[in-house]
């Protein structure tokens, strides 16, 4: 199967240059060596072009280190890079690692590259680097976006207002965007180059070992990187607790979840691939294919549209609607019964046991259900000085210890949490009219089964 034309953007249409000795691919967002459309697409042109494949990755350490990301984060791209570098060398492509941001790394290999191919991205970072590289290398340069099933252009040109008006657009478009991706034979491989990766990544917990960086947050044991972990979970889930997500999504000890959030994050899997699978899952309805397709799909998406087109989404005032910024702060001097600092709410030193229960988990394994999120950040809004403290405090939290986290979700869902993509309710101290969550939500979930689970997930890393 070719890959569709809609996810394809040239951006600089040169003819490839004639003494390249290879075709150059900038393993930045989608970090796996099958079912990577901008990969495959590297992969034909230099099939075409009777020349080798070389993957590049730029890794950032020290002072220059991604924005947020700490040991827990690092270690798991590095467990997802050995995996990904392992898929290509046994295809006969090259990979080459060094210390350097992605831009630089690219911008020098692209002096000996006949084209230069990009995945794709929305956080205004992975922006920066696609302008950096369009001013430093000469020659061609193609970007194709994989990370999506619709590419964020094609499903709309404009901020949407919410999954109400984009789902349309989404579902239009669905079917041309799904389709299988087979890793095609490279013919000419990259064995003989003498490019030589300055960090050996086939020991990933020794790589981490060498990196400067935030190691207050450390790794997590619940969660390994890779995209050949991220299919044999999939395989897993689909086999068995993808049948009751229709029905129990929202029940965080129901198991329904599939936790294919950091894999997704880390471009360690297709959304393509997990679609086409679900598809295929025996023993599911189409209450939980629609369900997980709409999570999955148009709710992810909308996520990619509001962070692609909203230029400061990290900030409360350009991330939050105006009507939702007037109503909190006709509500700001209303009196707030629990006030907590980010340190008290970090280590779950609150007078609400189950919410406590929730931080736990976020903070020693790296994640938490939706439905808990949900409720961890509505509270954080009623428990700090101001909406705007909340709305950062909440952002710094879910970006430290979510896995997922730093992610174009993590901008949208706490934004959302203040009313982004939703509508005004009936109003209340604190939140004016934007949607409040009371202790009575917890009602609905069996809160002590996710107690016990949560206790157990811990002990599990203390082991
Ligand atoms: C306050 C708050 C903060 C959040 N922070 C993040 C974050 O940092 N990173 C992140 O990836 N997600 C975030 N989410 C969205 C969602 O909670 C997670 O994607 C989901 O819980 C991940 O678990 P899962 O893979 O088991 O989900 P499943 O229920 O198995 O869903 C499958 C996939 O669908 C997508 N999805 C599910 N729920 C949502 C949603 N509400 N919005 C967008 N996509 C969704 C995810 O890609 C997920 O992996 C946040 C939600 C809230 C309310």
Redesign the pocket.
């Known amino acids: 199967m070719t890959i569709e034309d809609g996810r394809i953007r040239i951006l600089a249409d040169a003819e490839p240059r004639a003494d390249g000795a290879y075709v150059l691919y900038l393993l930045q967002q989608a970090n796996r060596a099958h079912f990577n459309p901008a990969l495959e697409h590297a992969v034909a042109q230099a099939n075409r072009l009777k020349l080798p494949v070389v993957a590049c990755f730029g890794l950032l350490d020290g002072s220059n280190g991604f924005p947020e990301a700490n040991a827990r984060h690092y270690a798991f791209l590095l467990q997802g890079l050995a995996d990904a570098a392992a898929g290509l060398e046994k295809r006969g492509i090259g990979f080459v690692m060094r210390k350097a941001s992605p831009a630089e790394i690219a911008i020098d290999l692209a002096e000996d590259a006949a084209m230069l191919v990009l995945d794709r991205g929305y956080l205004a970072i992975q922006k920066r680097w696609y302008g950096q590289i369009l001013e430093g290398v000469k020659g061609r340069i193609v970007q194709v976006e994989g990370d999506v099933v619709v590419p964020v252009d094609i499903a709309s040109d404009k901020h949407e207002y919410g999954a109400r008006t984009i789902r349309p657009k989404i579902k239009r478009h669905l079917e041309e965007f799904l389709h299988p991706l087979r890793s095609a034979p490279v013919k000419h491989r990259a064995d003989d180059l003498k490019l030589k990766s300055e960090i050996d990544i086939s020991d990933p917990d020794k790589v981490l070992e060498g990196m400067t960086l935030d190691r207050s947050v450390g790794p997590v044991k619940r969660f390994t990187g890779g995209e050949s972990e991220a299919r044999r979970r999939l395989k897993a889930y689909l086999a068995g607790p993808f049948g009751h ?1 229709g029905a129990e ?1 929202g029940k965080p000890e129901a198991g ?7 894999y ?2 880390f471009g360690q899997i297709s ?1 393509v691939e997990i679609v086409l699978a679900l598809r295929e899952a025996k023993g599911a309805t189409d209450e939980d294919r629609d369900a ?1 397709t709409e ?2 799909v148009v ?2 998406e ?2 990619m549209n509001h962070v692609n087109t909203t230029e400061r989404y990290d900030s409360y005032d350009h991330a939050v609607p105006d009507w939702a910024r007037k109503t909190l702060h006709e509500q700001a001097g209303d009196h707030r019964e629990h006030r907590y600092t980010e340190e008290q709410l970090a280590e779950g030193e609150t007078h609400d046991h189950y919410w406590n229960v929730a931080q736990r988990e976020m903070r020693v394994t790296g ?4 439905h808990l ?2 409720y ?2 509505k509270k954080i809004l009623e428990w700090s000085p101001s909406a705007k403290a909340g709305f950062e405090r ?1 952002l710094r939290l ?2 430290r210890y ?1 896995l ?4 174009a ?2 901008f ?3 934004a ?2 203040y009313g982004l993509h939703d509508r005004p309710w009936a109003r209340r101290p604190i939140f004016g009219t934007v949607r409040y969550q009371s202790e009575n939500s917890l009602r609905k979930i069996d809160a002590k089964a996710y107690e016990r689970s949560v206790d157990e997930l811990c002990r599990a890393e203390e082991d």
Do not use: I, K
């Open positions: 997500y999504r329904a979840a599939s936790h294919m959030s950091p997704l994050h959304p997980y999570e999955l709710r992810r909308l996520s994640y938490m259900h939706n999120r949900m961890w950040a909440t879910n970006n979510f997922d986290g730093r992610d979700n993590s949208t869902n706490v959302w949490t």
